[in-house]
T-cell receptor, first 114, second 115 residues
C-alpha cells in the first residue's frame, strides 16, 4: 500500500542554520503531497503542499518540491528560527480506493537553539 | 486558527467507559475525517464522512463508531475503553471527497486519557 517515510529525529539546529527534512513516499497513483507542522500542545497546521510532479510548495520560508523520479518531497528552509521548533509531518493523500485519507510519516521533531 | 473546532479539549475517564468526541468542520466543508495520534502508532486515519455518509474506514476498532449529522458536525464514540485508547484524537475537514488536491484542515484535538 501507499506509505510515507521521513527521517528520524530529533533534529537540533542553531538559529540561522539550513534545514532539510527528508521525505520519500510510495504510491501507486498520483497523490498530492503535504507538509504539516505541529507546535507544542497544538493541532496540525498545513505548512505547504504540492499536487503534481515538479510542483514546488512554499510557505513561511519553507519549500518542498514534488519529485516523482525520486519519489521524494524533502522540506527545506534556508535559515531556521527558534520559533520553527516543532514536529513536522510529511503526508500524502490516498484517494485511490479509500476515498481520501492522509497517510502520514512518523514525524520529525525539530529543535532550534538560539 | 483552522476553523475546525473540537470539544472537549481534554477527557479523563476510566477503563470500560464510553465517551463522545465532537467536531465542527470549517464553514462550507462537507468532509470530516477522524485521526488518532499515539506515541507508538503515530497518526492513523480512523474514518471519513462526507455530507452525512461514511466514505472510508481506516484502522478503526469495532468499539469505535462515528457519525456526521445534518448540520455537518461529527461525533466519534469510543466505548469499552482500554488503557491503550489513550491518545490525541484529531478531526479534520475539507471541502470535497475523493479529490487528491483537496486540503484537510485540522482541529486542535481532544486528548483522551484512560485510567
Amino acid at each position: 500500500g501507499n506509505s510515507v517515510t521521513q527521517m528520524e529525529g530529533p533534529v537540533t539546529l542553531s538559529e540561522e542554520a539550513f534545514l532539510t527534512i527528508n521525505c520519500t513516499y510510495t504510491a501507486t497513483g498520483y497523490p498530492s503531497l503535504f507538509w504539516y507542522v505541529q507546535y507544542p500542545g497544538e493541532g496540525l497546521q498545513l505548512l505547504l503542499k504540492a499536487t503534481k510532479a515538479d510542483d514546488k510548495g512554499s510557505n513561511k520560508g519553507f519549500e518542498a518540491t514534488y519529485r516523482k523520479e525520486t519519489t521524494s518531497f524533502h522540506l527545506e528552509k534556508g535559515s531556521v528560527q527558534v520559533s520553527d521548533s516543532a514536529v513536522y509531518f510529511c503526508a500524502l493523500s490516498d484517494y485511490g480506493g479509500s476515498q481520501g485519507n492522509l497517510i502520514f510519516g512518523k514525524g520529525t521533531k525539530l529543535s532550534v537553539k538560539p | 486558527d483552522s476553523g475546525v473546532t473540537q470539544t472537549p479539549k481534554h477527557l479523563i475517564t476510566a477503563t470500560g467507559q464510553r465517551v463522545t468526541l465532537r467536531c465542527s468542520p470549517r464553514s462550507g466543508d462537507l468532509s470530516v475525517y477522524w485521526y488518532q495520534q499515539s506515541l507508538d502508532q503515530g497518526l492513523q486515519f480512523l474514518i471519513h464522512y462526507y455530507n452525512g455518509e461514511e466514505r472510508a474506514k481506516g484502522n478503526i476498532l469495532e468499539r469505535f463508531s462515528a457519525q456526521q449529522f445534518p448540520d455537518l458536525h461529527s461525533e466519534l464514540n469510543l466505548s469499552s475503553l482500554e488503557l491503550g485508547d489513550s491518545a490525541l484524537y484529531f478531526c479534520a475537514s475539507s471541502v470535497f471527497s475523493g479529490i487528491s488536491t483537496d486540503t484537510q484542515y485540522f482541529g486542535p484535538g481532544t486528548r483522551l486519557t484512560v485510567l
